[in-house]
């Protein structure tokens, strides 16, 4: 069973409005959670990232929300652009130790110009 | 060369073949991992190196074998695969502490034929 879910396979999005991304996680000891962003041919990029003490966290044009009581977090991009277009994963992890990271499948996001 | 390398970034096998996937990073981190990246499932972690030990080898089939002659290099060893086995390997490292995300190489995309 799958401890980090991302529902959604693919996402559309006309450009300039805003994308949500979403992802649910079931082990309460989660404490860590980041989002990577993809490109074909490349490895993941990290994006951003979220402990459980805060609810959100902003970096430019992405924002992170999370929901500790309904185990979920969120990844919104606004204003969409066409170079957004990806697959964005995201990820879990205890507390302890960097490589207990648990992933999601991700989610393919077109960004429609 | 800065980041993470992978090399070769594609990779046709035969079943009985032995070949050899290299990773290395140039950014000082004293921890590697091996993930492989199937379609439509989640990035599984394979193996972990810290300081140049094996910390964690997640139920690998023994036809994987990897190598960390030291912090900056890693290898995956592969010998008799099964055509399953393709998929898309990915290198990682981090700074071994909570709070870090990964740097992922590019990835060496495998055809076990």
């Known amino acids: 069973d799958q401890q980090v879910k991302q529902n959604s396979p693919s996402l559309s999005v006309q450009e300039g409005r805003i994308s949500i991304l979403n992802c649910d996680y079931t082990n309460s000891m989660f404490d860590y959670f980041l989002w990577y962003k993809k490109y074909p041919a490349e490895g993941p990029t990290f994006l951003i990232s979220?402990?459980?003490?805060?609810d959100k966290n902003e970096d430019g044009r992405f924002t992170v929300f999370l929901n500790k009581s309904a185990k979920h977090l969120s990844l919104h991009i606004v204003p969409s652009q066409p170079g957004d277009s990806a697959v964005y994963f995201c990820a879990a992890s205890p507390t302890s130790g960097t490589y207990k990271y648990i992933f999601g499948t991700g989610t393919r996001l077109k960004v429609l110009a | 060369e800065t980041g993470v390398t992978q090399t070769p970034r594609h990779l046709v096998m035969g079943m009985t073949n032995k070949k050899s996937l290299k990773c290395e990073q140039h950014?000082?981190?004293?921890?590697m991992y091996w993930y492989k990246q199937s379609a439509k499932k989640p990035l599984e972690l394979m193996f972990v190196y810290s300081l140049e030990e094996r910390v964690e080898n997640n139920s690998v089939p023994s036809r994987f074998s990897p190598e960390c002659p030291n912090s900056s290099h890693l290898f995956l060893h592969l010998h008799t695969l099964q055509p399953e086995d393709s998929a898309l390997y990915l290198c990682?490292?981090?700074?071994?502490?909570?709070?870090?995300?990964?740097?992922f190489g590019s990835g060496t995309r495998l055809t076990v034929v």
């Open positions: 979220i402990s459980s003490i805060k």
């Open positions: 950014l000082g981190h004293n921890a």
């Open positions: 990682a490292s981090s700074q071994d502490s909570v709070g870090g995300g990964y740097t």
